[in-house]
């Protein structure tokens, strides 16, 4: 079958442009009676290629294409929906770019009595080549991912739509065609996040769950699992603690094991919070360690929503940071953070909307350019559109951001803090004046790299800084309840 789309504004011929913009900020409306969500966005050789899903009044679920330039203007719509049939994108990630050209998704549809799985496959420029659908007709089928395989075929994931039944995975051929499906899952709530293909051959997955681990049945856990090429099953394991912690997107690195970028819950001394986490994983599925983001500012739940590997190994992931400000409003921005390859913290940045200060901003999903930037897409409410966010490689929205290095993180309490001398050569003293919480003090120098980290535990800190070598620094006092930062010039 194929699909026929309704062509929106055709702002321009495509052609490659040869320089990429370093930063944009943009939300792109469907029409005026739209909800609009953007799962993930790719970069093509015109700008970039996102996907998402809305809810116009009138008509049931709905896809949407939008392709931009590489500066985020938008060059053209591609909208598939109708008065009857609603149409689903699946979940975060679920565009992904074929070897060779054009473009995998795998969603869902709707016959008026079941929920059908449907794998679409696309063109260089978003028209559609062939959908299949790969599930039987017994019951729902929900397509939440898909991974091109080294064979050429796909892997696909989904779930019935119900708590109490299996997941599936299903491998097709190049061509769509069904080559074989197992059923996974325990007796209890399985919600497949993502899935991953490994080196070996085999694939990994992941789900928030309720069919295994602590704190049941009364709270979600982390499930993974390993399956060989043919789908058995090689590991299954899982993760958490006593309260709901969730899982979002799973990959394998570079060392052959394993990171789960999740929303972590842990009972602190001010009560139950959830963090944006990284959970590492070895080859076979032993937890070597968890890192918690404490965020930029706000209360949580946080979360992060997708996460990747750059080729020095070190990490980088995307999602949300909730907060609430001074006068009591409380909102989402997008969080997008770096990491070394164990997980310690080389910069963070906290992004909105630019256009709307008090609007909710969600990031759902982060990838690599090649100009050594990100392409971060999302939703941004009020109204609820697609939202694109192109970032540098500092992770920066704007110049202000890249120059300062982070710097624009807003400041706790005047006073809480104290940082000095400054200018400084040898020795620098944290002073805190309020009431001691452990807090970290980290340094980072002007390209975003942390060199110093020290705990706070006493309410005079000395800090020796004579192996550091002269010039600008950006620091940051965090712990549960605050952050503060600043500059400091060592001479």
Known sequence: MRLRFKIGLMVSVLFPLLTHAQYFNNRYPIDSSSAATAFNAIEN???????????????????????????????????????????????????????????????STYNGSKIRDLLYRFNDVGDTLWTKQLSDTTFDYIGRQVKETSDGGFICIGDRGVSFAPIFIIKTDSLGNKQWEKFYGGSQYDLPTSIAVCSDGGYIYCTTTKSGGVGLPTYYNIRVMKVDSLGNMVFNKFYGDLYNDNSHTIIQTQDGGYIVSTAYAIDTTTGVRTYASLLKLDSSGNLLWLKKVMPIKGNGPDSFQ??????????????????????????????????TPQGDIIWQREHQLSTCNTCDSYLYDIRTTSDGGFICSGVANSPQEMWLLKLDSLGCADTACALAVGVEAPKSQKGTFNVYPNPANSFI??????????????????????????????????????NLSKGIYFYVVTNEKERFSGKLIIN
């Open 45 to 107: 050789d015109s700008g970039y290629l996102m996907v998402g899903g809305f809810a116009p009044f009138g008509y049931y679920a709905s896809l949407a294409l939008i392709q931009t330039d590489f500066n985020g203007t938008e060059l053209f719509q591609k909208i598939y929906k109708t008065n009857t049939v609603p149409y689903y994108a699946g979940s975060k990630g679920s565009l992904q770019k074929v070897n060779g050209e054009g473009y995998i998704m795998y969603g």
């Open 429 to 466: 003293m944290v002073e805190s004046s309020g009431t001691l919480i452990l807090s970290t003090f980290r340094l980072v120098d002007i390209t975003g790299k942390e060199v110093l980290s020290k705990q706070i535990n006493s309410s005079y800190t000395q800090i020796d800084i004579q």
């Open 306 to 339: 997708t996460v990747l590997e750059l080729s020095d190994g070190s990490l980088v992931a995307a999602g949300l940071n909730h907060w609430t400000d001074s006068i009591a409003i409380s909102r989402y921005h997008g969080l997008v953070v770096k990491t």
